[in-house]
């Protein structure tokens, strides 16, 4: 049995593309009554941006705050707030943002047609009804939310997203202007998440040539934009998130990304830094991607924290392990079927200890 | 002024895939009456695949009939039968085959629900009405046409594609296992197809980075295909196909596409062998690409047949430098906006000549 894989099924790339918005949503808006909500990350609050968001009178301007990675609590609130503003539907939501506003704007959508707390529905197509229709503008580059079929959460007990056929956006526009201002850091730790999930996706044990092919293609952009000047490497590592999002779409993930769930659920370690935290203990699993991660990091200038584990209580510890091992999927892909005796609590407690 | 680019929204890919069609229409059939098409290419009748379509007992079963290439006047008369099997619309039309196979449903597709003949909307979106759903399984790798969003038509006056949002696929099927039994010539010419408009896009004047990275990777799995020895080439000529056509759906096909379109008009050449016949003539326009098509030609022990216009009358060679010279974006991409001042009639026919 093979997945049959839902893609998103409208594109806009290109420099300056951002102001065909207002048109793109227009198309949504079918009646006088018609209003949509923008989901959009908060840093851009009294920023330029702000002035060219194509907001129209009945609309609804939510600033997404990411301090903490997005978390069900806060997509329940948000989905509230909405339901509130109007007792109809909104005939869009647009998340602008890196992969959390992304993330919440997709959970929004969900939940708005999905009874009940976003807890109920983290885990594997569990989601039963349509989204409102939805839509991204990434303004950093390196998740592939802006392409994956999930919204990653963290609940009450685990970090899981809401995977389904129905998270995938219905539109995306890609501007590459946006991700301009993105401190270094920020930009080489998100960079850093795709060029993760494409080692993990093409040393898995899930690939085809599909994700080969996308996944590939990925971490040649990745590495023009990290080992050498090139030009247009905005342009190309938006392109490299798109295709690593694509490649893991149709793969898995693996180690890395289960590890740093686990890291982040116990210490809130926003989710690229937490990879490339994760991916430095990791040299045993991904040998060469590894050497080539440090090799960039080098390049960047940039730093990892270190000891992050040093002082945690035994207790938060179990959590992180349970938390990490609780992906099967992601352990399957790296290991294989065995993997429960490879990666043993005491094996994921050292690789833990490492970082 | 970018273009919102519409994508095909559903994608399975795996080798035996082909055996979830079955459950992939039946989400289309949404009650007992429900009917689904199949336009399958008459290579396969009393071949094992004829055995292996998930026909329902109300469904129809065409046989398309891929001697010439897809005339107007032939989906015209394919959408005729459909209508006249049943008052009520189909609930899928499948197309199943090579380009021309999938074009011909694209446009079966299409003209189920717009008026008249099909020569009314060759061109650049004249489709009025959103077509019946249409998936494609393709059984030939190259052409693109599983991605695209035209269905390319021969009509009384010109070889031009119904172009449209529209006219791309709801779902995509694709199992490498059903392109083993292509004959060589076959595999070789339609596979050059691909790497042809994948030169034409990177080397065209409407390059951008998303058709750039397309490009490159598909020109990189055609080398492997053709060039080395490699496994999965079958797998890897199905992706280098759908990124090809990723690549131009974003961007545009060049000179070689244009002239060949004159050829095929006049004399009926097919797509892919048309295009081969014509780059080998483009040294000029692109120097490294037909360097290294001619490498593979060598490497595929496949030749092309040559003086193919040597006994045209002056008549027919006017026809085809006009159906060529009609093209306009075509030319803009590839020599510029002023392209009549370098590609003049003259210069037309002197190329047309060397093939």
């Not at 840093?43 to 600033?63: A, I």
């Not at 109809?88 to 959508?109: E, N, W």
């Not at 200038?301 to 992180?320: C, F, H, K, Y």
Request: one cysteine or more.
């Amino acid at each position: 049995m093979f997945r049959n894989f839902r893609l998103v099924p409208n594109i806009i790339f290109g420099r300056g593309c951002f102001d065909q918005l207002d048109e793109i949503i227009s198309k949504q808006r079918s009646d006088t009554s018609s209003w949509a909500v923008f989901v959009v990350d908060k840093v851009f609050q009294g920023k330029p941006l702000e002035k060219r968001l194509p907001l129209h009178d009945r609309d609804l301007l939510l600033w997404a705050d990411t301090t903490h990675e997005p978390k069900t609590s806060y997509v329940d609130e948000l989905t509230l707030q909405t339901k509130e503003f109007h007792s109809q539907l909104p005939c869009a939501v647009m998340g602008i943002g890196g992969g959390s506003a992304m993330d919440l704007s997709k959970a929004v959508s969900l939940m708005l047609t999905n009874e009940g707390s976003s807890t109920l529905y983290q885990g594997w197509d569990l989601i039963q009804n349509p989204a409102v229709y939805h839509a991204a503008v990434p303004t950093l580059s390196g998740t592939g939310a802006e392409v994956s079929r999930t919204a990653v959460l963290t609940g009450p007990e685990k970090k899981l997203g809401l995977n389904s056929d129905y998270t995938v956006f219905d539109q995306v526009v890609l501007d590459p202007e946006l991700t301009e201002g993105v401190p270094r850091e920020q930009h080489f730790y998100t960079g850093m998440d795709c060029y993760i999930h494409c080692v993990e996706s093409l040393e898995g044990n899930f690939i085809n040539e599909f994700s080969r092919a996308y996944g590939e293609k990925s971490l040649e952009l990745c590495r023009q934009v990290f080992l050498e000047p090139h030009e247009n490497a905005r342009d190309k590592l938006m392109m490299a998130s798109f295709f690593g999002g694509m490649s893991i779409a149709y793969s898995q993930v693996g180690a890395c990304h289960a590890l740093s769930y686990g890291l982040s659920f116990v210490l809130g370690t926003h989710h690229g830094i937490g990879c490339c935290i994760t991916f430095d203990a990791l040299e045993e699993y991904y040998p060469k991607g590894v050497a080539e991660f440090r090799t960039m990091m080098d390049k960047a200038g940039v730093d990892i924290p270190r000891n992050v584990t040093a002082d945690l209580t035994s207790e938060q510890m179990e959590t992180m392990i349970t938390v990490a091992l609780g992906l099967d999927p992601l352990w399957e892909n790296c290991l294989g079927k065995d993997w429960k005796t490879i990666m043993t609590r005491d094996k994921a407690r050292q690789l833990f200890l490492r970082m």
